[in-house]
């Protein structure tokens, strides 16, 4: 399964300018633009395989997923060291130059511009990051699916 995201291939999406919509290519009615929510930080490998599994289980569905998981590999790397910590400990993963305020901002900012249905993994009741981009998508009165 890949963990690269499709939307990243539109220049536009890649640039963190919001996409326009294409009347020659309107998108199927069931296909939805989600965003993927859940804990990550104090799980082991920040949760990533949990989302890395739900992604792809939406995209099978037909849907485009914005996962923070593929987010954070994409700028950072696959392979850095701190998104294997078994702990997912969020003080060694800023110490190695992960920036927590620019991925919210860059995550809230996914679901206010493009988002229609937020997927909440389990457990996303204990994650302060998760909670508050429930309560953003409450206030946008988007679809909101529990996975």
Known sequence: MSTKSPLNDIPEFAAGKPLEADPLHERPAYQKYIYLAGPMSGKPEFNFPAFHEAAGQLRDKGHIVFSPAEKDMEE????APWMSDPNGDIDDAT?????LNEAMKQ?????????????????????????????????????????
């Open 76 to 79: 950072y790397g696959d392979d």
């Open 95 to 99: 110490a190695a130059g992960f920036d």
């Open 107 to 147: 995550d809230l900012t996914w679901i206010c511009d493009e988002a229609d249905a937020i997927a909440m993994l389990p457990g996303w009741e204990h994650s302060s990051g998760a909670r508050t981009e429930h309560t953003l998508a409450c206030c946008l009165r988007l679809e909101i699916m529990y996975l």
